[in-house]
């Protein structure tokens, strides 16, 4: 999307924002079934709910709709616009945010004609996601398909997709937590206790648990026999966290039981290639 005149790359999220960080524009995506729901509601009340009328407005993306609301931020008065469009796989989502005291250059004319300029990309180079990560990413180990899960926070890489399902191959999840235990011993039960809530495995049962250096940090290996996706796969699991002074890492690999034995140096090539920025 083509940001109004006075809107950088936003420092703390995926956007764009003025240099005192009072106009934000926020850019995200959502589950692609998201667009229907919303474009099947403003059909059904046309007229809006509250006092906020839907619009809608052309994109090279395809019919987008928005809202246009006002609000409060704390003392401040501000301007809330919202949009969503489609997607291929997903549904593109625009938040901005405009105080009172920017709403003569921000107008709601300004604004409209900043969704107008949105596109969707299909394809966005790997270079370009790995380079939004606070981590370098310096070996693939053959994974084709790279997808950042959370910008600048989260990655998955596979040799499925969204169409096929990510179960029936091997995958990488990679991750940055910012809670763990400061002392040693707490460091065991707490990576089981997180290893209980990777997504999207069935009838979990841990196999093995232990301490290890990982690029001379301390870490934690815990393995998972489970079962996943809708077909019920069979799948082994391996998370490794590796423990650092403010965050740390969260590596997961999923496999189907059958293809362990070849995906296993794979997942490890991947961790071992994975370095603080």
């Keep these: 999307m083509t940001p109004l005149v006075g809107l950088a790359k936003a420092k703390s999220f995926v956007g764009f924002e003025t240099e005192d960080q009072g106009v934000k524009v926020l850019v995200t995506d959502l589950p692609a079934e998201a667009y229907g729901e919303v474009a099947n509601a403003f059909k059904a009340n046309p007229a809006g709910a509250g006092g906020i009328k839907p619009e809608s407005i052309e994109t090279s993306a395809g019919l987008a709709y928005y809202t246009v609301e006002s609000a409060k931020d704390g003392a401040t008065n501000v301007r809330r616009y919202s949009m969503i469009l489609p997607g291929p796989t997903f549904s593109g989502y625009v938040a901005v945010q405009v105080p009172e005291n920017a709403s003569r250059i921000y107008t709601d004319e300004a604004v409209r004609q900043m969704f107008a ?13 790995l380079g939004l990560l606070p981590f370098k990413v310096d070996e693939l180990s053959g994974f084709k398909n790279v997808r950042t899960l959370a910008p600048g926070a989260a990655l998955i890489v596979a040799d499925g997709d969204e169409k096929t399902g990510f179960e029936v191959a091997p995958f990488m999840i990679i991750g940055i ?38 690029d001379g ?18 799948v082994t699991v391996v998370q490794w966290l590796r423990f650092g002074a403010q965050t740390s890492l969260r590596i ?25 920025r």
């Design 117 to 129: 300029s949105a596109v969707i990309r299909n394809e966005v180079p790997v270079s370009e996601q």
């Design 177 to 214: 937590i910012g809670s763990a235990p400061a002392q040693p011993d707490d460091r065991g039960r707490f990576a089981q206790q997180i290893a209980t809530t990777i997504p999207g495995v069935r009838d979990a049962r841990i196999t093995m648990s232990e301490p290890v250096r990982i």
């Design 217 to 234: 940090q301390p870490g934690y290996e815990t393995r998972i026999d489970a079962t996943s996706g809708k077909d019920n796969t069979p």
């Design 252 to 276: 997961i690999g999923s496999s189907p039981r059958d293809d362990w034995t070849k995906a296993f140096p794979r997942f490890r090539a991947v961790r071992d290639g994975l370095h603080p």
